[in-house]
């Protein structure tokens, strides 16, 4: 059972209810597709300019969770002919936060949840490879 934290992005706080996510975490669908079993350990919400997204990452990691994943919100948007694509997301420095939760935290970083963009692979970022 892999135990997951999910970090969202405050501005879409109050538009979406994260549906999607917890659809694709239950079914292991779209960014969660390569775990056998899975479980939510919690959310937690960055707010920016994401300079707490460390401390809420910690939290989650001290709550149970196995890996973190960022919202594919953060770094994708939907366009008019309703599928996501790659860039003018919410957070314009999604990479950069994905680095510092594995390095400072301790603890895998994955960029994507629901509606990966087409041809887009999670991108992982582990506490062993993050580069400073
Ligand atoms: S990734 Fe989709 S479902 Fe998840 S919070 Fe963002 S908009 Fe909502």
């Given at each position: 059972?892999?135990?997951?934290?999910?970090?969202?992005?405050?501005?879409?706080?109050?538009?979406?209810?994260?549906?999607?996510?917890?659809?694709?975490?239950?079914?292991?669908?779209?960014?969660?597709?390569?775990?056998?079993?899975?479980?939510?350990?919690?959310?937690?919400?960055?707010?920016?300019?994401?300079?707490?997204?460390?401390?809420?990452?910690?939290?989650?990691?001290?709550k149970?969770?196995?890996?973190?994943?960022?919202?594919?919100?953060?770094?994708?948007?939907?366009?008019?002919?309703?599928?996501?694509?790659l860039g003018?997301g919410f957070?314009?420095?999604?990479?950069?936060?994905?680095?510092?939760?594995a390095?400072?935290?301790?603890?895998?970083?994955?960029?994507?949840?629901?509606?990966?963009?087409?041809g887009?692979?999670?991108?992982?970022?582990?506490?062993?490879?993050?580069?400073?």
């Open positions: 059972m892999t135990k997951i934290g999910i970090i969202r992005c405050d501005n879409n706080l109050d538009s979406c209810p994260m549906t999607g996510c917890f659809t694709c975490l239950q079914d292991k669908k779209q960014g969660f597709s390569g775990y056998e079993h899975t479980t939510l350990t919690g959310v937690m919400t960055c707010h920016c300019p994401g300079d707490d997204v460390v401390a809420k990452a910690k939290i989650l990691k001290a149970g969770a196995d890996v973190i994943h960022l919202c594919t919100c953060l770094f994708s948007k939907r366009t008019e002919g309703k599928a996501w694509s003018n957070c314009n420095h999604a990479d950069e936060m994905a680095r510092r939760i390095q400072e935290a301790g603890i895998t970083c994955i960029k994507g949840s629901a509606h990966l963009p087409k887009y692979t999670p991108e992982t970022f582990s506490p062993a490879t993050a580069q400073a």
